[in-house]
Antibody, heavy 116, light 108 residues
Framework: EVQLVESGGALVQPGGSLRLSCVASGFTFSDYSMSWVRQAPGKGLEWVANINEVGSQEYYLDSVKGRFTVSRDSAKNILYLQMNSLRAGDTAVYYC?????????WGQGTLVTVSS | EVVMTQSPATLSVSPGERATLSCRAS??????VAWYQQKPGQAPRLLIH???TRATGIPARFSGSGSGTEFTLTISSLQSEDFAVYYCQQCDSWPPYTFGQGTKLEIK
């Protein structure tokens, strides 16, 4: 059974940093691109970043470029999202998802709240 | 950036009836559209990819159609578990792979 389990969400002050993790199981992690998608409270879905199967290519939403970094550890089957210089507008549930564009499995999400 | 516009924002349909949800792209995205279902407190669930291919385990009452800029998700006979929010997503042009704003399907 494919499972994606996110962690690392928290309340953080503007300008702060967080690292989200997503542990993958039930499939060959190194065979798939992976993505992060976020959803602000009561709002729709927004693609944030993705990374290819071997971790050599990354793509970012313009508003997070230079602040967020997606990475992966295929030995541990973990996807990461390092978030720096956080802003109030980054407040959302962050989902990791399997796939580069359309995504067929999603984690349950982890909540990031940016507030003073 | 490709803008995806869904209509209507809210659709009220009775169980057993047919529901038709629309999604329009601001430029051609070929057939690179996916549809997701999201229930309150849950992660999105992939229903359709490549405009008309049902994802694994998705019932046949869900069907997708369209190409270019106009896309449709049809649910042929609504079941109680189908009442949710539905999102379309274009997968043709990055960055980013944009979503529509969602259509809430509610019980009439």
């Amino acid at each position: 059974e494919v499972q994606l389990v996110e962690s690392g969400g928290a309340l953080v002050q503007p300008g702060g940093s967080l690292r989200l993790s997503c542990v993958a199981s039930g499939f060959t992690f190194s065979d798939y691109s992976m993505s992060w998608v976020r959803q602000a409270p009561g709002k729709g879905l927004e693609w944030v970043a993705n990374i290819n199967e071997v971790g050599s290519q990354e793509y970012y939403l313009d508003s997070v470029k230079g602040r967020f970094t997606v990475s992966r550890d295929s030995a541990k089957n973990i996807l990461y999202l390092q978030m720096n210089s956080l802003r109030a507008g980054d407040t959302a549930v962050y989902y990791c998802a399997r796939g580069r564009s359309w995504t067929d499995y999603w984690g349950q999400g982890t909540l990031v709240t940016v507030s003073s | 950036e490709v803008v995806m516009t869904q209509s209507p924002a809210t659709l009220s349909v009775s169980p057993g009836e047919r529901a038709t949800l629309s999604c329009r792209a601001s430029q051609s995205v070929r057939s690179d559209v996916a549809w997701y279902q999201q229930k309150p407190g849950q992660a999105p669930r992939l229903l359709i990819h490549d405009a008309s291919t049902r994802a694994t385990g998705i019932p046949a009452r869900f069907s997708g159609s369209g190409s270019g800029t106009e896309f449709t998700l049809t649910i042929s006979s609504l079941q109680s578990e189908d009442f949710a929010v539905y999102y379309c997503q274009q997968c043709d042009s990055w960055p980013p792979y944009t979503f529509g704003q969602g259509t809430k399907l509610e019980i009439k």
